[in-house]
Each structure stands twice: as structure tokens, then as C-alpha cells.
């Protein structure tokens, strides 16, 4: 049909909508996962399909077990990032049926489910590993730093992500402190800018960006190679927060 709806016209439409919310009804940091989930939606039609965009009528469980196993391998994000991503499609497909667009949602027929998460931290000893390891390789060089300023300041993924030279600032003594509000809550943060996370800044001073953040799944992914390659330790960011954590001999699933 010449007016027939597609997957992307429908993030369109969506995302459109909640943008205008943003700082109302809707978290920035909220916003933010709504795009890049439709940045992940185009690769995967672009990486399989070698087209731009999809009928909704072509939206079936097909699509679905193989956007999920996208996520899982070619991403190497773990079953409850997936689980953040499946049910973003299910609403898109559930405003598709309530707009008449298609008769019934697919993703009802797919189960997907969050795994019980048990959270350890690292020790100072291990976290010196991360700080003492060394490539040639940029991704995981950017990936490193970003995880250690995370570890350094405590700000989570978008803090970073959101992170401009207006939230420094300098007391009497000298001491430089981030002053920034947590995207997610809206609590004002006032935090030390320790000799590690400056060293870090300086780095990629001159830079397009104060830091150079790639997406969460890429930086899950490059923690993870530099784990698997290097010690014992597993490192993980997510898109809310940043967690390190210790799995000895085996490289955990995030």
C-alpha cells in the first residue's frame, strides 16, 4: 500500500513525541536509550536485510529471535540489555496496533524475561589491573578510560555521556569539582575531581567532546575483550550506571 507504515516510521513518530517531553515527563537519560535503541534497530536491518527500513507487516517473530540474537553476539550484551531493547520494540508495535497500522503485536508471542543480577565490586588490587593495562588499540584504550573515570567519579553512563566544560568548577583552595545534576534524577552533584579522572580529561583535551564515549553495548564489549585477553577480572557499563565486578576464570554473560 502507498501509505503502508514502517518500523522506523513508527520510531519516528514515537521518539518525536517524547523529545518534546524531555525535562517534563520524560528523562533525558530515558530519551537517550529511545534513540539509541533506534540506532540499533537500523543496524541490524541494514547488517541482515541490506535494506534502510522494514514494512511492519515484516516485523514478525523472525525478525524478533534474530534482533535478539543480534544483541547477544554481535553486540555481546547480556539478557537483561536485551530485555531493555525487546520491550522498547513491544511498545513501538503496541502504539502500531492501537494506530491501526498492523492487527496484532508479534513480540506477545516472545518471551523475554530480566535474569536475577548479582552485583560484586572490585578490589583496590584489581582495579589497578584495569589502570595498569596497556594496547595499542584505540577502542580499547577509550573504553578503558571511560570505565575508570566512571569508577573515579561515581557518574554513571549519560552523566558522562552529558558531561560539559560548564560542570567544572574551582573552589578557593584551588581544588577542581564537578557540579552536575544526575540526568536520571535531577539530584545536583557536587564531586571531587580526583588525580585519575583529571589525568583522563587531559588526555582528550582538544577533542570534539570532553570524552570520547562510545555506545554502552561497544564499551561492554571492548571491557569484555580486554578481560578475556588480559586477567581475570569482568568489567561492565551499562547505560544507567556503571558497576565493576569480579568473575574469576569466566567472562559472565552482561
Known sequence: ALNEKTLLDVLNEHNTERKAMVGKTVALATYWVFEYTGRLFKEFIQQKYKRKDLYLREVNLGF?????????????MGQN????????LKKLLNLAVANSYISYNPVNAYKVEREPVEVDFLNEEELRKIINF???LPRLE?????????????????DIKTLVP???EKDSAGRIWIKKR???TGVLSRIP????????????????KLLPIQDPADINKYLKDIAMGRSEFDTHMDSEGLDATLIK???NSL
Not at 540489555?81 to 522498547?88: A, E, G, I
Not at 577509550?142 to 549519560?158: H, N, P, V
Open 64 to 76: 524478533i529471535q534474530g534482533f535478539h540474537a543480534y544483541l547477544l553476539g554481535e553486540k555481546k
Open 166 to 168: 560548564e560542570h567544572f
Open 182 to 184: 544526575r540526568v536520571k
Open 249 to 251: 576464570y569466566s567472562i
Open 81 to 88: 540489555s536485551c530485555t531493555k531493547h525487546l520491550k522498547f
Open 142 to 158: 577509550r573504553a578503558k578510560d571511560m570505565f575508570l573515570f566512571g569508577c573515579f567519579t561515581g557518574l554513571s553512563y549519560i
Open 193 to 208: 575531581l580526583l588525580p585519575i579522572a583529571k589525568l583522563i580529561l587531559d588526555k582528550y583535551k582538544g577533542g570534539e
Open 134 to 136: 596497556d594496547t595499542p
